[in-house]
T-cell receptor
């Protein structure tokens, strides 16, 4: 079946512009996660959605970052007034959200370059 | 929140040798312990996981061992091959469906 998809795959933007990144999770997955991965670095947790519960926003680095999710489907990560330090790969993952399976399935990522 | 550390941060082994990566965590409530592999330029993928009611799990050349008392678990790769070269992340779960990823271990298998 279809895996997690993300768009765009690459985004180059000028400093100060806003960007929107999109994630389409696996159908039926109730949990959705956003991570940031700088070049050669680990996975930095940003935000987590679980069903209709309030999202866990504890990883968002500043108020320039926000994310939304429509029900149990698409999610968008918005970065306002982008800065050069925002340059990274943004990974989305989804999970069935069941005790029987905590496995996270990752999308291919969006490579963001802020010039 | 959960504090997770991996050691070593880089590991270079000769093809055919074994590799071991250790992950320590802080939350005693953690009950699910996965390892993810990320090849260069690709997305992370689950390679093996273990739950807290099991001490060891093996899948062909990879195995995971868990020591809940000491709060650490390890990834073991035997008979390493060049395709094992990648970054490996541990990601214990403490609550809900959230995993806390370690900083990663870069493994290089030299032919």
């Amino acid at each position: 079946g279809a895996g997690v998809s993300q768009s765009p795959s690459n985004k180059v933007t000028e400093k100060g512009k806003d960007v929107e990144l999109r994630c389409d999770p696996i159908s039926g997955h109730t949990a959705l996660y956003w991570y940031r991965q700088r070049l050669g670095q680990g996975l930095e947790f940003l935000i987590y959605f679980q069903g209709n519960s309030a999202p866990d926003k504890s990883g968002l680095p500043s108020d320039r970052f926000s994310a939304e999710r429509t029900g149990e489907s698409v999610s968008t990560l918005t970065i306002q007034r982008t800065q050069q330090e925002d340059s990274a790969v943004y990974l989305c993952a989804s999970s069935p959200g069941l005790p029987s399976s905590y496995e996270q399935y990752f999308g291919p990522g969006t490579r963001l370059t802020v010039t | 929140g959960e504090n997770v550390e991996q050691h070593p941060s880089t590991l270079s082994v000769q093809e055919g040798d074994s590799a071991v990566i250790k992950c320590t965590y802080s939350d005693s409530a953690s009950n699910y312990f996965p390892w993810y592999k990320q090849e260069l330029g690709k997305r992370p993928q689950l390679i093996i996981d273990i739950r807290s009611n099991v001490g060891e799990k093996k899948d062909q050349r990879i195995a995971v061992t868990l020591n809940k008392t000491a709060k650490h678990f390890s990834l073991h790769i035997t008979e390493t091959q060049p395709e094992d070269s990648a970054v490996y992340f541990c990601a214990p779960r403490a609550a809900g469906n959230k995993l806390t990823f370690g900083g990663g271990t870069r493994v290089l298998v030299k032919p």
